[in-house]
């Protein structure tokens, strides 16, 4: 078994989760070189839509975890615990199914996952060593995701607003609550003091759990 560290990166869509990810990943391996880091994103783990044949989308079900493939994510876990490199899905937002494409992850000291539906399900909850939850107000959310769908996946100003309302009924309802499992709720600044205030105590809870990485 590889003695890692699994830390969890939540909230709601567009807070800054895998800004945040790569920042706290980076920092980690500036303050120990020698340590292995791997961000591992939830977004990877939908179910391909043609396979849901029993599930009635409707606007926001994206944001609702009965898409996600948690017991997929959960046996890779398992494997990377095992030592044993993994190759996890890459989803086609635009085609909204999984690519042929995969990616190829080996075991690391230190697991950083991100999502919006990782506190919602109860098996991965347990399994995530530290839990850290972004909250930031609807409108900056609204405006980043009105960027990011319109640049990277090819949508329209209306029809973002549209899917926005289902999204932020979903928020409200799965995943807003799931902050009271964190350990950290931050506020999406970034800046390199908080990083570091919570770099060091996440080092404290490896000490603190025996966990010598």
Do not use: W
Not at 96 to 120: M, V
Not at 146 to 167: C, F, K, M
């Amino acid at each position: 078994m590889v003695n890692n560290f699994l830390i969890g990166i939540s909230g709601g869509s567009c807070s800054g989760k895998t800004t945040f990810a790569k920042k706290l990943a980076s920092l980690i391996c500036n303050n120990s070189p020698t340590r292995k880091v791997c961000i591992i994103s939830e977004d990877d783990y939908y179910h391909d839509r043609e396979t849901l044949i029993n599930i009635e989308f409707y606007d926001g079900i994206f944001d609702d975890p009965i898409i996600r493939d948690h017991d997929l994510l959960l046996t890779n876990l398992a494997q990377l615990a095992r030592g044993q490199n993994v190759e996890i899905p890459q989803y086609d937002f635009v085609h909204h199914r999984r690519s042929k494409n995969r990616q190829t992850i080996e075991p690391a000291d230190i697991i950083i996952l991100e999502g919006i539906h990782l506190f919602c399900n109860d098996a991965l909850a347990e399994q995530i060593d530290f839990k850290i939850f972004i909250e930031l107000e609807d409108e900056i959310r609204l405006s980043r995701r009105l960027e990011r769908d319109i640049n990277e996946r090819g949508r329209d100003e209306a029809s973002v607003l549209s899917q926005y309302e289902g999204v932020r009924t979903a928020y409200d309802k799965f995943i807003s609550p799931t902050k009271t499992r964190a350990d950290i709720i931050t506020k999406g600044d970034f800046n390199d003091e908080i990083l570091q205030n919570i770099s060091q105590i996440i080092q404290n809870r490896i000490n603190k759990t025996g966990n010598h990485l």
